[in-house]
């Protein structure tokens, strides 16, 4: 899901990167372009497991990595330039409460909410309109990552963090829309989902295969732990309109 608590101008190129860290826990890259005309904070419910603590999600610094979606990109030559990549073999793979954690992430301050009840304990900048989770109840046990923004940016490196994930779930890609307050059954899409699946996930319809392992296109050891070198990696497109849910995989 991609929401802002504040309107936004325009919402382009969201890109996605999601992989088991493993069997309990799941990484996710988040970048996308915007504009807007104050500072505001995007939020990212996440499916994490009831009662989960405050610092159970990890937030990860990729801004020494800001290609790091750009570099994706690349293991997925144009059908016509395939012949000269050849394939490498590998796997695929009641008193007040007290305000939240806030951390410095890169470009980015982030907090992690526990549940919907936590979000009084933020800046009331970056909460989401009253009203918003009564018309989204199938949000009601997740968590929230927040990442706050400033108005005077246009696009921002990758946002990524770990977090723990319900047993034996699919892998998870937040693509609900939350861009003026409201919730609406269809959206306008603009995304690129990337993912490594392992042996537990089956190969999805629509999606594309890297010719290569991944570390034969990413700076793996600038991705903080996000990239299997010796796996392949996945792209699904979406751009359009398309029903306003979440992916899953």
């Known amino acids: 899901m991609c929401c802002f608590s504040r309107p936004v101008e325009s919402v382009s190129s969201t890109r996605i990167f999601a992989r088991d ?10 970048s996308m372009s915007y504009r807007a005309a104050e500072d505001l904070a995007m939020v990212l419910p ?3 497991p009831p ?3 405050e610092d159970a999600v990890r937030f990860i610094d990729l801004h020494a990595y800001a290609d790091f979606f750009s570099d994706l990109h690349s293991g997925f030559p144009e059908p016509d330039t395939l012949a000269n990549h050849p394939r490498s073999r ?15 992430v890169g470009s980015f301050e982030a907090s992690f909410v526990p549940q919907i009840a936590d979000f009084g304990r933020l800046d009331a900048r970056f909460q989401l309109p ?4 009564d018309k ?3 949000y009601a046990r997740y968590g929230f990552a927040v990442f706050k923004l400033r108005k005077d940016a246009t696009g921002v490196h990758p946002m990524a963090f770990s977090f723990p994930k319900p047993a034996g779930s699919k892998l998870f890609f937040p693509t609900v829309h939350i861009h003026d307050g409201s919730v609406h059954d269809s959206a306008h899409f603009d995304h690129d989902l990337y993912c490594q699946v392992g042996a537990q996930h089956h190969r999805a319809a629509g999606w594309r295969e890297s010719p290569q392992n991944a570390g034969a296109f990413m700076q ?8 299997d070198a010796h796996a392949h990696c996945y792209l699904k497109r979406m751009v359009g309109t398309f ?3 979440d992916t899953w995989v």
């Not at 860290?21 to 988040?30: C, D, G, I, M, V």
């Open 21 to 30: 860290e493993n069997p309990t826990h799941q990484f996710l890259a988040y």
């Open 46 to 48: 996440i499916p994490v």
């Open 136 to 138: 989204l109840p199938a």
């Open 51 to 53: 009662g989960s603590r």
């Open 130 to 133: 009253k009203g918003v989770w």
């Open 90 to 104: 590998g796997p695929i793979a009641a008193a007040a409460p007290a305000p939240l954690k806030v951390e410095r």
């Open 243 to 245: 029903k306003n849910q």
């Open 220 to 227: 793996v050891s600038s991705s903080r732990g996000l990239i």
